[in-house]
């Protein structure tokens, strides 16, 4: 019998992990590797958190074309990324999200108002991180992949069993950020899953100019560490895999990268044009592949979702989106001079000259 190659027990299979296909019927995994399709009653809180949270992603870009709110990169198509990443967690858990992933923040239960706060121009990220294990969303890529390493090994050393998930996206993957944070976190067997959501723009910037490897998931054996390939759109799939690498993270044995294959089917902001960078096709194709749609078609076929249930469940997501319009304009305008208030102990002179500046203009 030949010996296995050093490494291949690393790799990512050939095919996603997918319980559910695209029209929702029910599909056979191939090698889940003990990854196993999440009991009915996680499903349906699944169900309630995709449509809650892509009313919300919807009430938020409105109020970005209404000016209530500065930006807004919206979540719509990688909603079963986020539930599911969230949902595959424990609440004791901790998250280091990026910009795009405020779905995955209302998930955790943060109030909608607190996790816009940052995105409507305030300095502060508007949530208490430590009372929700949550980290402020991070705009530049990759930089907060140091930091949830540096919390999974302080987790480890004092013998907690606490993981931590550092969210990604496609283009942060080219940082060295990233390069740093796995090659430490594979080294001490920091509890980390390093969960790349690979909607295949980095921008404008297509996924083949930013790696060669066969796939993101790759990366991960050049670390010492499995790679994870699952569909990012069938929710039951991405809740497996982040269950699964969570479970292995706490027994001890280091962290996995999960790739979860979505798509932005928006812009990537308001202030981006899309339609420049590629074909309405594309987007109808994965518009078909819509992750509450097809979570939905599932739960009916299976019959554990009624019209009396899903009436509710709709209802609820309108209640959240209203409250939202009525609260986003309650907060207090942001003070510039607050801009420089947190910056160093003992302000720079080069601080000093920046506050002063703005003090003038305004």
Not at 38 to 59: I, K, N
Not at 143 to 152: E, I, M, R, S
Not at 171 to 199: C, L, R, W, Y
Request: hydrophobic share 40%; glycine share 8%.
């Amino acid at each position: 019998m030949a010996a296995k190659k050093p490494g291949a027990d690393l790799l990512p299979d050939r095919e996603p992990l997918r319980f559910i296909d695209a029209d929702g019927r029910p599909v056979k995994p191939g090698k889940s590797g003990g990854a196993a399709m999440p009991a009915p009653e996680r499903l349906l809180d699944a169900h309630r958190a995709l449509v809650v949270g892509r009313r919300f992603d919807r009430q938020a870009t409105s109020l970005v074309k209404q000016g209530r709110l500065a930006v807004y990169p919206s979540a719509h198509g990688q909603e079963a990324s986020e539930v599911g990443a969230i949902l595959g967690l424990r609440d004791t858990d901790w998250i280091f999200p990026t910009y795009r992933d405020s779905v995955a923040l209302v998930t955790r239960g943060i109030d909608p108002v607190e996790v816009l706060t940052l995105l409507r121009g305030d300095w502060h990220c508007g949530y208490d991180p430590v009372a929700h294990r949550t980290a402020p969303q991070c705009t530049p890529l990759a930089t907060q992949a140091p930091h949830a390493v540096g919390v999974g090994h302080a987790a480890r050393l004092k013998g907690e069993d606490t993981v931590v998930l550092a969210f990604l996206g496609d283009g942060a993957t080219s940082e060295g950020d990233f390069h740093e944070a796995m090659n430490f976190a594979a080294v001490f067997k920091s509890p980390v899953i390093f969960f790349v959501q690979n909607n295949k723009y980095a921008i404008s910037v297509p996924l083949a100019r930013q790696t060669a490897a066969p796939s993101l998931a790759h990366k991960a054996v050049g670390y010492g560490m499995p790679g994870v390939s699952v569909d990012g759109n069938d929710v039951a799939a991405v809740m497996a895999a982040v269950t699964r690498a969570a479970d292995r993270a706490r027994k001890g044995k280091g962290p996995t990268l999960i790739e979860a294959h979505t798509y932005r089917i928006e812009a990537h902001t308001n202030a981006d044009d899309a339609t420049r960078y590629r074909a309405d096709d594309e987007v109808a194709e994965w518009r078909r592949r819509d992750p509450v749609d097809r979570l939905t078609a599932y739960l009916r076929e299976a019959g554990l979702l009624d019209d009396a249930r899903a009436a509710a469940v709709a209802e609820e997501a309108e209640r959240v989106a209203a409250d939202l319009r009525d609260r986003i304009d309650d907060q207090r305008p942001p003070a510039p001079a607050e801009l420089f208030a947190h910056v160093y102990a003992e302000p720079t002179a080069q601080l000093r000259e920046q506050a002063a500046l703005i003090a003038e203009e305004v």
